[in-house]
């Protein structure tokens, strides 16, 4: 876990890119050629904190920010969330509610987006769910769901699972910059 080199961190950074954001995919710390260990989720949301610091020390006049976490990185995007007053929007693709504590969501700070393949065993579906379910009940946001039929963890087919997700992404975040333009 915690790598920018699968699919579907590939994919959802250039879908990020192809709207016109300025975007960053990375490895978290002992990943990869990245320095560090494992640290439970402390040091890497440190890590993803510092990826945003960044971004917009580069893009100070950004009109918006969001952040996109897939498993793992859907964990610590969803916390960043909640400490980053200035994220106005989230994709969380294939969050693992059966592994990780999503209780700090209350109250989630903006609006996002929840995306699972039905075939997902590790992110069970009905673990999703029930998180999406706890969001639902908090008012001032609203939190889409989407499930992509017969998908893996991994979104493997392209055709049948990868490219679905990612249309309904682009769909879901041209929506919202559509909605705050007006």
């Known amino acids: 876990g915690g790598t920018m080199n699968n699919k579907v961190v590939y994919n959802l950074h250039y879908a990020f890119y192809n709207m016109g954001f300025t975007v960053m995919r990375f490895n978290f710390r002992g990943v990869g050629r990245s320095q560090g260990e494992y640290d439970m989720g402390i040091g890497e949301l440190s890590d993803a904190a510092s990826a945003l610091d960044y971004l917009q020390s580069m893009n100070q006049n950004s009109k918006h920010c969001w952040v996109a976490g897939f498993s793992f990185g859907a964990w610590i995007g969803m916390q960043l969330l909640m400490r980053r007053p200035e994220i106005t929007g989230f994709i969380s693709v294939a969050p693992p509610a059966n592994l990780y504590d999503f209780s700090f969501l209350a109250p989630c700070p903006a609006s996002g987006l929840v995306i699972n393949g039905t075939a997902d065993k590790v992110a069970p579906p009905k ?9 639902h009940e908090q008012k001032g946001i609203t939190v889409t769901h989407t499930q992509i039929e017969g998908a893996d963890h991994f979104f493997k087919d392209e055709e049948a699972h990868m490219n679905p997700m990612i249309d309904h992404v682009s769909t879901y975040v041209k929506r919202r910059l559509g909605e705050t333009t007006r």
């Open 127 to 135: 673990d999703t769910v029930s998180l999406v379910n706890k969001l």
